[in-house]
């Protein structure tokens, strides 16, 4: 099992549209090659404003959202909560979740392995 990833082996990948969201986001995969893990990702996103990851349903598994830098507004069951640097979002089983970007931010997003 390798023990750290660093910044330099960590490359960003572009999303269109993620989750039928707007816009392109910049996305870098936190723990590829980590192994061993109970979590399926961690990403950090670098996300325009303007730009938007869908609202989805998480039917088996669960997702923190961790805005690190910039201000957003986070769609969770339908309702609109304005997220700010330092707010943090649990969608858990049976619960929708979505971001938009109301400027230039930096969102982590960690997504546990599936329940079976």
Do not use: W
């Not at 936190?30 to 404003?49: E, I, Q, W, Y």
Request: glycine share 12%; hydrophobic share 40%; proline share 3%.
């Amino acid at each position: 099992m390798k023990a750290i990833r660093k910044a330099s082996e960590i490359l960003p990948a572009q999303f269109e549209k993620c989750h039928d969201g707007n816009g392109t986001l910049l996305c870098h995969s936190l723990l590829d090659g980590l192994g061993g893990t109970a979590f399926a990702f961690m990403h950090s996103d670098t996300m325009p404003k303007g730009v938007s990851i869908g609202v989805h349903m998480h039917d088996c598994n669960e997702e923190i959202y961790y805005l690190l830098s910039g201000k957003g507004v986070l769609t969770f069951d339908g309702k609109q909560i304005e997220m700010a640097a330092g707010d943090i979002s649990l969608c858990t089983v049976g619960h929708s979740h979505g971001f938009e970007a109301t400027e230039d931010c930096i969102l982590i997003v960690v997504g546990s392995m599936p329940k079976l």
